[in-house]
C-alpha cells in the first residue's frame, strides 16, 4: 500500500498525507473514581453504528443518505469522522488518531487489507480503535459549500492551519468523548502524515495539557467526566518541527543543535515560493477565514505579505511569531518528564520538511535532558524530490507499528535511535540498506572538508534560471535526472575530486566571511555529484539544497549602495547519499533558486571569502 497521502504528495498541490517504560497511563495522573463502563454495543460519538467490514468493525460518520452524523467539537464546528474497532470486544481499547495531510481526509487513512501500513484494517487488527476524521476546513468538515449549507455552526469553521487551540484541540476532543463511553484508554496514540505530521509533534509535545482559544495551557481532561488524559506515543511522517522555518527559512537552524525559536525567525527568512504558493492553493480549496476576520487564522493576508517579498513588514514578523507559537511544535513549553515516545520518518530529499526538521525537534528534548525514547527515520519517502520507494515504506511502517504496539500494548521501551536507508538511483533501483545507530553523528564518523580561500563572487542576476527551474520541488523531480554540467556565470563554485568515492551522511555545514552591496540579499547552497568532471559530456546531478539569510542589508529602505559584512554558517539539508569513485563533489552557492526559493526584490552582489564547507561521510 502506498503510505497515506504520498498520491497527495507526489503531486504537490493536492497535499498541500533497557529500562520499562511506565503504563503511559501514569503520565494523565490519577484516574477518576469511577471509570466509564464500556458500552455493550459499541455506538461511537452516541450516534455512529457500526458494520463488519475488511475483517474489522467500520463505524462511519459524515454526511451521507440525507443524514448528517457529523460531531460537534468543542466549540461545536461539525467534523466528519469514522472510528474503526477490532473485529470483536467492548473495549475499552488503546486508541490511535490517524490525522492526514492538508487538503486530504478521513478516508486517506481508510483501506481494504491488512497491509502492514499505517491505517484502519491494519491497526484494527493489531487491537487498536481508530479515529480518523477531516479536519475543520476541508471537506465535509465545513470544507465545502455543501457541508456549510443550513449549518451555522460551519461559520466560523475555518482553517486554522493545525492551531494548537483549534486544530489540535479538536483531536483531544474528539479523543475524550470516545473516553467518556467507555470505547477507548485515557491515553492515547497519534500518528500523522505532513499536516498532521506537523499535529502529531504538537500533540506530542503537549502531551496532558490543551491550549485553549485565549493561548492558557490546562490539563488534558476528557469533555464529560473529565478523565485526565495524556498522548502517550506519536508516530510523525513528513513533519514540521517549526512551520515558520519550514515555509520561510533563513539557515539559522543546525542540524546538530537546538537552537532557540527566536532564531528561525529573526532575521525573515527566504520564502519556499513554489511551496507557499502551492499549499496556499490547497488551502482555497477548503474554507479560509475572510481576510481580517481572524487574526490568528488570515492566511490570505499570511500569504500576500510573504509573497510581496522585502521588505519585510511588522505584520508579516507577527504572522512568524504566530505560526510559531500556536501551529508548531517548537512553540510548546516542555513537558514535566519530556514528551512521550515519539517515532519521526522524515525524506532525506523532502525539500518542504526537510530531516533537519525531525533533528530538530529531536535535539530540543535531548537538550533538556528528558529521557523520552526517540526513533528518527530517515528514507527516500516524503514530498519532493523525494521517490516514495515501496521498501521503504513498508520499512518503516513496521518500524513504526512495532514502536507503537512496545509502547501502548506492551508498556516497555520501544527501538529508539536512528535508521538511515540511504537515496538511491535510478528511481527503479532497490531501496539501500537500512543502517541503525544512536545518533546520526554516530553514523558518520569521518568527513571531508572543502575550503575556499580565495574570494569569489555571488551575484543576484547569477545562475542559469533553467536549472533553478528544474530544481522546482513542487512541480517536478530532479532526482535520478541528471543535468549537462555547464558553467553558470555569477555564482562561487568549490570542489573535491573523490577518486574512492564517499557516502554523505547528514548535513554539510558552511562557514563563511561574506561581504555583502546592495540590498536584500539572500544565498542558496546547492550540493552537486558531479560525473567527468572538466571533460565533454560530463553531468551533475543534485544532492542536497541550503538556504541562508544574511543579516546585513535588510532593513526597510536599504539602498542597493548599501554594504556590509558577516560571518555566516548554515546547512545544506541533510541526505544520505553514496558519491561513486572518480566523481567530484562540487558546492554551489547562488544568489536566487527561483521558483523554489522566492527571488529577492532587490539587487545585491555578496563576495565570498575563508569559506569551509564540511562533508561528513561514514566509515566504508
Request: hydrophobic share 40%; glycine share 10%; net charge negative.
Amino acid at each position: 500500500m502506498t503510505r497515506p497521502g504520498a498520491v497527495l504528495a507526489s503531486a504537490a498541490l493536492a497535499l498541500f498525507g533497557l529500562i520499562a517504560v511506565a503504563p503511559a497511563s501514569s503520565a494523565a495522573g490519577p484516574a477518576t473514581p469511577t471509570e466509564p463502563a464500556p458500552p455493550a454495543v459499541p455506538h461511537p460519538f452516541g450516534k455512529l453504528s457500526c458494520a463488519p467490514e475488511y475483517g474489522i468493525r467500520l463505524c462511519q460518520g459524515g454526511m451521507s443518505g440525507g443524514k448528517d452524523l457529523r460531531v460537534p467539537s468543542f466549540d461545536g464546528v461539525p467534523l466528519d469522522a469514522d472510528v474503526a474497532l477490532p473485529a470483536t470486544g467492548t473495549g475499552p481499547f488503546p486508541l490511535v488518531v490517524l490525522l492526514h495531510g492538508l487538503g486530504g481526509a478521513k478516508s486517506d487513512f481508510e483501506v481494504t487489507t491488512d497491509d502492514g501500513g499505517i491505517d484502519d484494517v491494519t491497526l484494527a487488527d493489531h487491537g487498536y480503535a481508530v479515529l480518523m476524521y477531516t479536519a475543520r476546513g476541508f471537506g465535509d468538515s465545513c470544507g465545502t459549500a455543501a457541508s456549510r449549507a443550513g449549518t451555522p455552526a460551519c461559520a466560523k469553521g475555518w482553517i486554522h492551519l493545525a492551531d494548537q487551540r483549534y486544530e489540535i484541540r479538536d483531536t483531544q476532543y474528539l479523543a475524550g468523548e470516545l473516553v467518556d463511553e467507555g470505547l477507548v484508554k485515557p491515553d492515547i496514540a497519534v500518528s500523522g502524515v505532513s499536516y498532521g505530521g506537523g499535529q502529531t509533534l504538537e500533540l506530542a509535545m503537549l502531551k496532558n495539557r490543551m491550549r485553549l482559544p485565549d493561548g492558557k495551557l490546562v490539563p488534558f481532561t476528557s469533555p464529560r467526566l473529565h478523565v485526565p488524559m495524556a498522548v502517550a506515543a506519536g508516530y510523525a511522517m513528513w513533519p514540521w518541527d517549526d512551520l515558520a522555518s519550514s515555509l520561510v527559512p533563513n539557515g539559522r537552524p543546525l542540524a546538530t543543535a537546538a537552537t532557540p525559536p527566536t532564531a528561525d525567525v529573526s532575521p525573515a527568512g527566504v520564502d519556499k515560493g513554489s511551496w507557499v504558493t502551492g499549499l496556499y492553493e490547497v488551502t482555497e480549496g477548503g474554507y479560509l477565514s475572510p481576510e481580517g476576520a481572524d487574526p490568528g487564522a488570515d492566511l490570505t493576508k499570511w500569504y500576500d505579505e510573504l509573497t510581496a517579498g522585502e521588505p519585510y513588514s511588522a505584520p508579516e514578523a507577527t504572522a512568524l511569531r504566530t505560526i510559531q507559537e500556536y501551529k508548531s511544535a517548537i512553540g510548546i513549553p516542555m513537558p514535566a518528564g519530556g514528551p512521550p515516545p515519539t517515532a519521526i520518518q522524515s525524506g532525506w530529499t523532502d525539500t518542504l520538511f526537510p530531516v533537519t526538521e525531525a533533528l530538530h525537534y529531536a535535539a530540543r528534548v535531548q537538550a533538556a535532558h528528558e529521557p523520552t525514547p526517540l526513533l528518527t527515520m530517515f528514507d527516500d519517502v516524503g514530498h519532493g524530490w523525494a521517490q516514495d520507494k515501496s521498501a521503504d515504506i513498508a520499512d518503516t511502517n513496521a518500524r513504526a507499528i512495532a514502536f507503537l504496539d512496545s509502547v501502548m500494548q506492551h508498556h516497555t521501551r520501544p527501538e529508539t535511535g536512528v535508521v538511515a536507508i540511504p537515496t538511491t538511483c535510478p528511481k527503479t533501483a532497490p531501496s539501500g540498506t537500512a543502517v541503525t545507530g544512536a545518533s546520526l553523528a554516530a553514523l558518520a564518523p569521518r568527513h571531508l572538508t572543502i575550503k575556499g580561500d580565495h574570494p569569489l563572487t555571488v551575484t543576484s542576476t547569477g545562475g542559469d534560471p533553467a536549472v533553478a527551474a528544474k530544481l522546482n520541488a513542487a512541480y517536478a523531480s530532479p532526482l535520478c535526472d541528471p543535468m549537462p554540467d555547464e558553467s553558470e556565470p555569477g555564482t562561487a563554485t568549490y570542489e573535491m575530486n573523490l577518486p574512492d568515492g564517499a557516502t554523505l551522511m547528514g548535513a554539510v555545514k558552511v562557514t563563511a566571511r561574506i561581504h555583502v552591496v546592495g540590498d536584500y540579499p539572500e544565498l542558496v547552497g546547492r550540493l552537486w555529484d558531479v560525473a567527468g568532471a572538466g571533460s565533454p559530456g560530463a553531468t551533475r546531478q543534485i544532492v542536497a539544497l541550503g538556504v541562508v539569510r544574511p543579516g546585513v542589508d535588510q532593513a526597510p529602505g536599504t539602498k542597493e549602495t548599501a554594504s556590509g559584512t558577516e560571518t555566516v554558517t548554515f546547512d545544506l539539508d541533510p541526505n544520505d547519499y553514496a558519491f561513486a569513485p572518480g566523481h567530484t563533489v562540487r558546492l554551489q552557492l547562488v544568489g536566487s533558486t527561483a521558483p523554489l526559493f522566492r527571488k529577492s526584490n532587490g539587487t545585491f552582489q555578496v563576495t565570498v571569502e575563508q569559506l569551509t564547507a564540511t562533508i561528513p561521510t561514514t566509515a566504508g
